[in-house]
């Protein structure tokens, strides 16, 4: 499926390599006022225009934002907002060796296992190259959630083995000088979240969270509270560390989570050539906080 949410569900369309990605977001009540300063800045973090070892392809591509319903002089109309961004740095023509042959880690094999055919150009609609399109509905969705005092805030914490935010980008570097990649984790803070927030069996807040994040391209793991590193400590120095989530509902205070991003499969030393990210987490943060919101605006009344 293409769509995620019931009470506002985003629906992602398009192709990497296409002419276009876009979305449609229903459910957006009318008279919601939209910050596009603030879309745009998110599209730029994404993009990582300011940052070392990122894709040439985003930090050139403009990502204009095409409104094409549901939002009139900036303010929603209660109908559909759709909307599009052109595909204006597309380059097929690199892909064309892939035309016949998988790429290792990528989705190219299962694709056309499941399907029969596949788009061999930079992976189709399993490019991230699709998040722009989450970004921009998230966005939407972290505006109204600011009217209820929910913020969502989410960072770089770890880049390989390295945990000091001040080598990060000397870490990354090394990597891409190497024509290599390597991974990252990125945690996110959800503040302003009333009590009661998620169901405690099918629904639980970190089963609806974990769900959203982990839809993202390279995510491969998602914890909360204490996580994975719980397992080392004895009950008596952790229960009272919740992550702000217990029996699956919020419990009024902070929410944290984290969420693990692969190296990017594409590189020189494997052999690809091409526009590829020495570190895809970091442009993955905006992203998390876009299906965060998603989510969270999804369990809302």
Known sequence: MNSFGKNWTFTSFGESHGAAIGGVLDGVPAGLHIDFDMIRAELDRRAGRTQNGVSQRAKNEPDEVEWLSGVMDGVTLGTPVAF???NTDARPEDYEAFRHTYRTGHADRVYELKYGIRDHRG???ASARETAGRVVAGCIARQQLAQKGISIHAELVQVGAETDPARFEQTIAGYRQEGDSIGGIIECRINGLPVGTGEPVFNKLQAELAF?????????????????????QPGSAINSISGGISGGISDGSEVVFRAVFKPTPSTPKAGVNGRHDACVAVRAVPV?????????????P
């Open 84 to 86: 599009l961004i052109r």
């Open 123 to 125: 992976g189709g609609r």
């Open 212 to 232: 959203a994040v982990m839809s993202i391209n390279a995510c491969k793991g998602f914890e909360y509270g204490t996580g994975f590193g719980g397992v080392t």
């Open 288 to 300: 998390v906080e876009a299906m965060a919101a998603l989510a969270i605006v999804n369990l809302m």
